[in-house]
């Protein structure tokens, strides 16, 4: 994938104007205008911000410790609906091939095959744990993969196989994508841009409510990024409860 700069009029370019009204059944998460709702990072010193309707993060959170952005209610079983984007990519990253059971393509020496990619990083948390992640990234598996249950070597083969995408269905960086994740007990499907990526995979000992997060990756230092980091936006963030 290309690494993209997108100037910084054209990456805070989004919907003015405040949150279309959930659909039927659906309660808004953001409201367009702030983060009510959600539980900034103490220390944060303004990295998480609403800008021209969107949720934006530029990976540069101040806080101590936790930099994610949780909501303030927890939810057990739900639909979740959102839009985001990669704003740009960070820098090459070592990116490992993914085969269809979750594992990692390997070469002679044994060692993963990896291959340097514009990549960057983030997520969202259900359930109030970063085991269960759905990721959102540029690896060439696609966004919508559980990574924490993933690489969990003492999950059964069909639970890593289950968490691992289908189909890769992000849409290029810059670009709007859309989410929906149903969680009902401890499974999980997920929907990218209308295309079933992760149907309906066991997330064993996952607990049974929790809250949401968007999540930070990586960060900046010594004048640059890191290979991996969450330049990312959301919009359009509502909950449906089971």
């Given at each position: 994938m290309k690494n993209l700069f997108i100037p910084a009029s054209f990456a805070l370019v989004a919907l003015a104007s405040p949150a279309p009204a959930a659909d039927a059944g659906f309660t808004s998460l953001f409201n367009g205008r702030d983060l009510a709702g959600w539980k900034v990072p103490a220390g944060d010193n303004g990295h998480w911000k609403v800008i021209n309707g969107v949720i934006d993060y530029d990976a540069r959170s101040e806080a101590a410790g936790d930099k994610n952005l949780w909501s303030e209610k927890e939810y057990k079983d739900f639909v979740l609906r959102m839009d985001w984007r990669i704003k740009e990519t960070t820098g090459l990253y070592p990116v490992p091939t993914?085969?269809?059971?979750?594992?990692?393509?390997?070469?002679?020496?044994?060692?993963?095959?990896?291959?340097?990619?514009?990549?960057?990083?983030?997520?969202?948390?259900?359930?109030?744990?970063?085991?269960?992640?759905?990721?959102?990234?540029?690896?060439?598996?696609?966004?919508?993969?559980?990574?924490?249950?993933?690489?969990?070597?003492?999950?059964?083969?069909?639970?890593?196989?289950?968490?691992?995408?289908?189909?890769?269905?992000?849409?290029?960086?810059?670009?709007?994508?859309?989410?929906?994740?149903?969680?009902?007990?401890?499974?999980?499907?997920?929907?990218?841009?209308?295309?079933?990526?992760?149907?309906?995979?066991?997330?064993?000992?996952?607990?049974?409510?929790?809250?949401?997060?968007?999540?930070?990756?990586?960060?900046?230092?010594?004048?640059?990024?890191?290979?991996?980091?969450?330049?990312?936006?959301?919009?359009?963030v509502s909950i449906r409860e089971l």
């Open positions: 993914v085969l269809p059971d979750g594992s990692h393509k390997k070469g002679t020496d044994g060692k993963d095959i990896v291959t340097p990619t514009p990549n960057a990083d983030s997520g969202i948390y259900v359930r109030g744990t970063s085991k269960a992640q759905i990721n959102i990234w540029c690896w060439p598996i696609g966004s919508g993969e559980v990574y924490g249950y993933r690489m969990d070597q003492k999950m059964p083969a069909a639970v890593r196989a289950g968490v691992t995408p289908k189909i890769r269905a992000d849409k290029p960086v810059g670009e709007w994508n859309s989410f929906e994740i149903t969680m009902k007990g401890d499974r999980l499907t997920v929907v990218l841009n209308g295309k079933t990526v992760i149907d309906n995979a066991q997330l064993p000992g996952v607990p049974e409510k929790g809250a949401l997060a968007l999540q930070h990756h990586g960060g900046f230092k010594d004048g640059k990024y890191n290979p991996a980091s969450s330049l990312v936006q959301f919009r359009n």
